[in-house]
């Protein structure tokens, strides 16, 4: 909790942040409590996605699904696993996983 000044310049008592202030009179507050005080924007963090298999979650569902079989099994794996970490789990993805992790399946024991 930053402290900061508060000048009266009124010509009457003010009351801020449950403090008295008399006019021409200086006292401290709370910097949320200074009638002047904007609070900051919250700075969003930026995406860094240094890895281009991460960015394909930023695609939507449709985007995602035919770029699957293109991918090898550690980036096919890596994509899983981010979708399920990730804040916003979408199911129609999830199921497509599943089909593709079937489908890798029975690639392989055709093989």
């Keep these: 909790m930053k402290k900061v000044h508060y000048f009266n310049d009124t010509p009457q008592r003010r009351t801020i942040g449950g403090q008295a202030c008399a006019p021409?009179?200086?006292?401290?507050v709370d910097e949320r409590d200074h009638p002047n005080f904007?609070?900051?924007a919250k700075a969003r963090p930026k995406k860094d996605h240094s890895d281009p298999i991460l960015a394909l979650l930023d695609n939507p569902v449709?985007?995602?699904?035919?770029?699957?079989?293109?991918?090898?099994?550690?980036?096919?794996?890596?994509?899983q696993q981010a979708e399920k970490d990730g804040n916003k789990t979408r199911k129609s993805?999830?199921?497509?996983?599943?089909?593709?992790?079937?489908?890798?399946?029975?690639?392989k024991v055709d093989e």
Excluded: S, V, W, Y
């Design 62 to 79: 449709a985007d995602i699904i035919p770029e699957l079989p293109n991918l090898t099994d550690e980036q096919f794996e890596l994509l």
């Design 93 to 107: 993805l999830l199921k497509a996983f599943d089909e593709e992790h079937l489908r890798r399946a029975d690639a």
């Design 38 to 40: 904007k609070p900051q």
């Design 24 to 28: 021409g009179a200086t006292i401290f």
